[in-house]
């Protein structure tokens, strides 16, 4: 099949001038399910999958641990499913994401349960269901998890999420280990090696490793190569002081993928090869070759696998200051279904997709139907001058984080999320009916709230 290459998914190719996708024609999917259209080519899904998992483990050898699908870049119980039957566990952060785990009666012993902040409710949900670790991440979670695990006659596995101190060299809003962050316990500040000693004098919980996230959108591996180095010191510590052994070296995902075809994607048997030398080596200088490592990656699954399908409802052409004329194609979504250019000036492509076109570019901004001037999808892209009214626009890499992120602004409703795979599609997460909306509202009944006069 003639494939489109980066960023497209894998089956991605044209026939007659319309794109089809797992063999799907967009356009037919389009007049079946409706726009906008999450499309998740599951053949592509499946193999980056296992490119992952399979690098990782024939690099890593006896040292390799597990890998977790980071299910905040998008997760229901289908895909669930899939990474059950593929090995691969699940990295979750919130009662919402357990509850679709355990809906698709994913194993806990295979779950980790990750974030900043999680209630009391989460936690004891986490417990209860005996999710095969807790990352925790901060002190007040210590005694928090540890009481609730004593009160549940439990003793819950529990690993640390460590701030290695390390600027990952990505866009401020998704760095996550630098000093000044939301997230874990500080290496340098002496906080990390304060949080063992505090967990090791819980009876209820079981300290097994440590985690460090280093950020989103990584492609030089010399952030991934310090990380495991600043680490080793706080496994020494440990070793030095406790005479049980961690198991776990979890060094988290972020790995880079593409979203133009002229951006980098991280290769996953190169990057394993160069991470798992320098784990191997740097473990069996400090004699810690039980070390096991475990990676997450989400978007490098996710993204690629999904395009998501709009129709054109308007367009119309505005002067620049410059003299030239800009395109400005409103579709119909928006940043409520891709907040990521909004978020942090994410960068995508887009192909028109249900018609092929001899017209000449023009420069063009495709924007959504909210009402904010924010509601941009691409700012800038070269696209047909005879781009109009129900025509159909492409733009691929949108599986993570776009259907996840969605929300309701403006009373807009979340679409729908379909499989394609040899010809055949199917619902997976059916787009949202007004009533959906409406069922949330109540009339109101004031009451009073204590008994007190």
Not at 111 to 121: L, Q, T, V
Not at 280 to 299: F, Q
Not at 371 to 390: H, R, T
Request: some cysteine.
């Amino acid at each position: 099949m003639n494939l489109l290459g980066k960023p497209y998914s894998q089956t991605a190719t044209f026939k007659g001038g319309q794109l089809f996708i797992g063999d799907c024609s967009v356009s037919e999917l389009v007049d079946k399910y409706d726009s906008p259209l999450f499309v998740i080519d599951k053949a592509d899904f499946i193999n980056r999958a296992n490119s992952w998992k399979q690098a990782f483990e024939s690099n890593l050898g006896n040292q390799a641990g597990d890998v977790y699908y980071a299910g905040k870049a998008f997760i229901n119980s289908e895909i669930a499913l899939w990474l059950y039957d593929l090995n691969i566990n699940l990295d979750l952060c919130s009662g919402g994401e357990l509850a679709v785990a355990q809906k698709a009666k994913f194993p806990s012993s295979r779950i980790e349960f990750h974030g900043n902040n999680k209630s009391e409710s989460e936690l004891e949900s986490a417990v209860r269901s005996e999710v095969g670790a807790v990352v925790i991440d901060s002190f007040i979670e210590i005694t928090r998890l540890a009481n609730i695990a004593l009160n549940l006659g439990k003793k819950q596995k529990v690993m640390l999420r460590i701030t290695p101190g390390i600027d990952a060299h990505t866009h401020e809003f998704i760095r996550t280990s630098q000093e000044d962050v939301k997230f874990g316990f500080s290496l340098s500040s002496g906080d990390a090696q304060k949080a063992i000693e505090q967990v090791e004098k819980e009876p209820s919980l079981e300290l097994i490793g440590l985690h460090c996230h280093i950020g989103s959108q990584i492609y030089n591996l010399d952030s991934y190569r310090e990380a495991i180095l600043r680490l080793i010191t706080l496994f020494n510590f440990h070793q030095q002081n406790y005479q049980t052994k961690l198991q776990y070296f979890n060094l988290g995902g972020g790995f880079g993928v593409a979203y133009l075809p002229t951006d980098d994607q991280l290769d996953p048997n190169k990057t394993m090869a160069e991470i798992g030398k320098v784990f191997i080596d740097i473990t069996a200088k400090n004699n810690l070759s039980h070390l096991k490592l475990s990676i997450e990656p989400g978007r490098a699954i996710a993204a690629p696998s999904t395009t998501t399908i709009y129709q054109v409802g308007t367009v119309k052409n505005v002067n620049l200051e410059n003299g030239e004329q800009r395109k400005y194609i409103s579709v119909d979504g928006g940043f409520i279904d891709n907040m990521r250019t909004a978020l942090y000036d994410a960068t995508y492509t887009a192909i028109l997709a249900n018609r092929e076109s001899n017209a000449g570019n023009i420069n063009s901004r495709i924007v959504g139907k909210h009402c904010e001037s924010g509601d941009v999808i691409i700012k800038e892209i070269s696209l047909p001058e005879d781009i109009g009214a129900k025509d159909l626009l492409a733009i691929p890499a949108t599986g993570a984080y776009g259907r996840s992120m969605a929300s309701n602004y403006n009373h807009m409703l979340r679409p729908a999320v379909v499989v394609v795979e040899n010809g055949s599609a199917g619902v997976i997460l059916r787009r949202e009916k007004m009533e959906d909306l409406l069922n949330l509202e109540q009339k109101l009944e004031m009451s009073p709230i204590s008994d007190k006069g």
